[in-house]
C-alpha cells in the first residue's frame, strides 16, 4: 500500500494548494522536488547546448541527454536508446509517426482508426489519408470503448493487404479502457500492418513493455506522468524508426550537405531531434522516470484501481448521476449530472475546490459510441486519497441545475 500522505509531501503543489483537490491527472500532472530540482540544476548549473560545444561542460551535459534516452529505454523495455527520440510530446511523436509513414503508404491503403481516439490520433490521419488518397475505416468498439477482437479481425478480413497501419490508444483518455494491445498486435502483424499506440494515458499509470507488447510505435508525454511540459517520446522498433522520414529538418540531424542539395543525415535517433532540443525536459523527465519506478509502476497501477471502484461505488450511490464508464480499470470516471451542462456541473466543482475536466476532452467522435458530446472528467493518480474521493461525491450529490445558477448569480 502506498504511503500517499508521504508521497504528497514531495509536491509544491499540494503545500501550495492545501484545500485543492485535483482529479485532473489525466490533462496533466504535478511535478515533485526531484523533477524540478533536475531542471533547475540544468538551467542554475550546466545551462549550455549538447553535441556542439568543445568543451568539457558541453560534453557533460551531451552524456547526461543520452543518459535520459537510456532510463526512458529501460523504462518501457526498449531494446536500445536507439529506439528513442525526443519529441514535445504525444501529439508530436504521433505527427511525426503519420508523416514519416506517408511516402510508404499508397492510393486505396487502409487506415484503421475507432471513434475513442484523441484528436492528436486522428486528425494527423486524416491529413495524410487526404494527401494519400488513403481509406480511414473505424474497428467497433463496446459501450466500454473496448475495441472488439472479432470486429478488429473482421475489419482485417474486409481489407486485407490494403491493411497498412492501426492506430490506437493503449487507454482512452474518456473512457479509460485498456486495450488488449498484445492481442491486437499479432492480429495486426498477421496481416503485416503496423501498429502504432497512443500511450499518453498507459505509459503513466502502468508498467509499459514494448518488446513484450510487441508494439511498432509507441507516443507519451511527461507533463502526464510527473515530468515537465514540452517534452514527449516516440518509441519505434529501430528498423522501422530508421526507415522513418523526419519531419523537420536543420542543425543537429544532419551530418553533412553541400550546395548542389545533398544531404547526410545524422543516424537514428538524432536525425529526428533537427534544431536545439529541450535539453531541461529529457533531464526532468528522466528524474520522473526514475521516482515513478522508485514508488513501482505495478505499485501505481494497483492503488488507481483501488481508488476507481471506490469512487465508482460512491457515485453510482448518487441517482443524479451517469457514469459512462463504470467497467473500467484505469483510473479514469466519465460521468454527467441530470440536467446540467458538463461546463457549468465543472464550475460548480470549481467552487468546492475540486478540478476535473468538462467538454469532449478532444475526443470530437466519441458522441457516435456514447451519445453525447460532453462529460465531466474525473482523472485519478498515485497521489489522489480516498478522502479526495469523498469530498468529490458529496460535491456530486449536490450538481443540479439550482446550484449551478446561483454560482454565477
Request: glycine content about 6%; charged content about 25%; some cysteine.
Amino acid at each position: 500500500m502506498l504511503d500517499v500522505n508521504e508521497i504528497k509531501k514531495d509536491f509544491p503543489m499540494f503545500r501550495k494548494h492545501q484545500n485543492m483537490i485535483y482529479l485532473d491527472n489525466s490533462a496533466t500532472t504535478f511535478k515533485p522536488d526531484a523533477v524540478i530540482s533536475a531542471l533547475n540544476r540544468y538551467y542554475e548549473e550546466a545551462s549550455v547546448n549538447i553535441e556542439r560545444g568543445d568543451y568539457l561542460l558541453s560534453h557533460e551535459v551531451s552524456n547526461d541527454y543520452e543518459d535520459a534516452r537510456l532510463s526512458i529505454a529501460k523504462f518501457i523495455n526498449a531494446k536500445r536508446k536507439e529506439e528513442i527520440v525526443f519529441t514535445s510530446g504525444a501529439t508530436d511523436s504521433l505527427n511525426m509517426i503519420a508523416y514519416g509513414l506517408m511516402d510508404q503508404l499508397q492510393e486505396g491503403d487502409v487506415i484503421l482508426l475507432n471513434y475513442a481516439e484523441h484528436a492528436s490520433n486522428i486528425l494527423c490521419w486524416f491529413d495524410v489519408a487526404r494527401k494519400k488518397k488513403c481509406q480511414i475505416a473505424y474497428i467497433e468498439l463496446t459501450m466500454d470503448g473496448e475495441v472488439c477482437l472479432d470486429k478488429l479481425k473482421a475489419k482485417l478480413d474486409e481489407y486485407g493487404s490494403r491493411v497498412k497501419i492501426v492506430s490506437m490508444a493503449y487507454v482512452s483518455n474518456v473512457l479509460g479502457f485498456k486495450q488488449d494491445i498484445t492481442k491486437i498486435a499479432a492480429m495486426v502483424h498477421e496481416y503485416q500492418a503496423l501498429l502504432v499506440v497512443d500511450g499518453a494515458q498507459s505509459v503513466p499509470h502502468m508498467k509499459t513493455d514494448v518488446q513484450l507488447l510487441d508494439i511498432d510505435f509507441l507516443a507519451f508525454s511527461g507533463h502526464k506522468m510527473c515530468g515537465p511540459t514540452g517534452i514527449g517520446v516516440l518509441y519505434g522498433k529501430f528498423d522501422l524508426l530508421d526507415r522513418l522520414k523526419p519531419l523537420r529538418y536543420g542543425g543537429g540531424a544532419n551530418a553533412r550537405f553541400d550546395i548542389e542539395g545533398n544531404v547526410l543525415l545524422q543516424t537514428t535517433p538524432h536525425k529526428f531531434e533537427a534544431g536545439t532540443p529541450n535539453i531541461a525536459g529529457a533531464l526532468g523527465l528522466a528524474a520522473a522516470v526514475r521516482y515513478l519506478s522508485d514508488i513501482g509502476m505495478d505499485n501505481i497501477e494497483e492503488y488507481e484501481k483501488e481508488l476507481k471502484k471506490y469512487m465508482v461505488e460512491k457515485l453510482q450511490e448518487l441517482p443524479n448521476i451517469k457514469i459512462y464508464n463504470p467497467h473500467t480499470t484505469s483510473g479514469i470516471v466519465a460521468f454527467n449530472a441530470d440536467g446540467v451542462f458538463a461546463q457549468d456541473a465543472g464550475s460548480y466543482l470549481n467552487t468546492r475546490n475540486i478540478c476535473v475536466r468538462s467538454g469532449n476532452h478532444c475526443a470530437k467522435i466519441l458522441h457516435n459510441l456514447i451519445g453525447t458530446d460532453q462529460t465531466c472528467r474525473a482523472s485519478l493518480y498515485f497521489y489522489n486519497t480516498k478522502a479526495d474521493i469523498d469530498a468529490f461525491v458529496n460535491a456530486c450529490a449536490e450538481l443540479n441545475i439550482e446550484n449551478c445558477i446561483n454560482i454565477f448569480f
